[in-house]
């Protein structure tokens, strides 16, 4: 595997970042995950906005051009032969020398690394059967707006899932769902409305999610931006998960629980397939 370190293309073994880099240090590091389906990214200008917003939240400098990191994207893809995967992005505030909580100054160069990988995204298992979810307890801090690499909690909420025999986390903060471990969760609710948590310092805004709320909008459907609970979860006609590298999945199982017949849910079914087709 070829990946990309501060201006160079190199072998996987050759690939490395300082042990003094405040991505490793601090987790002071944003990152983006674009998905490459028949050779082609996706949606790549808006994560690129939202790599641009992440900066500008924290203040870490961001001195690329859109066409240069695109290039340098494409090449990845190129160079390691993948039709269908993704493309990681990981810009960290560079090499602090020495552990300081501080950032250094501004001279300080940012570590830029790109890798790529394959993945099967169209024909997955997941999207066909849907997958079982279990409810955490959102412990993340305050700015999950911001797609900072501090992903311990949704780390030890997958794994938690996976101990449970679960596919997937859905977080949950007083009562109410804000999203799920690596993705944005939503209902069909009982007035066959497509209900999501709107978007606030709580959740990623999923490029993903922007992408279905338009399809959805397009199509005449419903759509209300509104917290659901556990039980309205539960109780609602369909739910699924939407992120990058999933398009969208169906949930047909949550808290041992099937969600309407336990099957996937048709109108989750058709937005996959209309983006699908629009990706083509
Ligand atoms: N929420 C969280 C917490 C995520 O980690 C992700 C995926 N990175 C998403 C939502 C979905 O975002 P996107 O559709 O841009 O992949």
Redesign the pocket.
Known sequence: MIAYVNGQFLPEEEASVSVFDRGFLFADAV???T?IINGKLV?FE??MA?LQRSCAELQLSFPYDLAELKQIHLQLVQQNNIEEGLVYLQLTRGNAKQRNFLYPDKQTKPTLVLFAQKMKIVENEKSKYGIKVVTVDDI?WQR?DI?TVA?LA?SMAKEYAKQQGADDAI?VKNGYVT??????CFIINHQNQIQTRGLNNE?????????ILQLAREQGIDIVEKPFSIDEMLEAKEVF??????LVWPVIMANNQLIGEGKPGKLAIRLREIYLQKLK
């Open positions: 990152y983006e995950v998905a949606d808006h994560h939202r993340r999950c797609k992903l949704a977080f999203e799920g471990s690596s993705s944005n959740i990623l805004p999923g490029i993903t999610r922007q992408a998960i939407t992120s990058a590298t999933t």
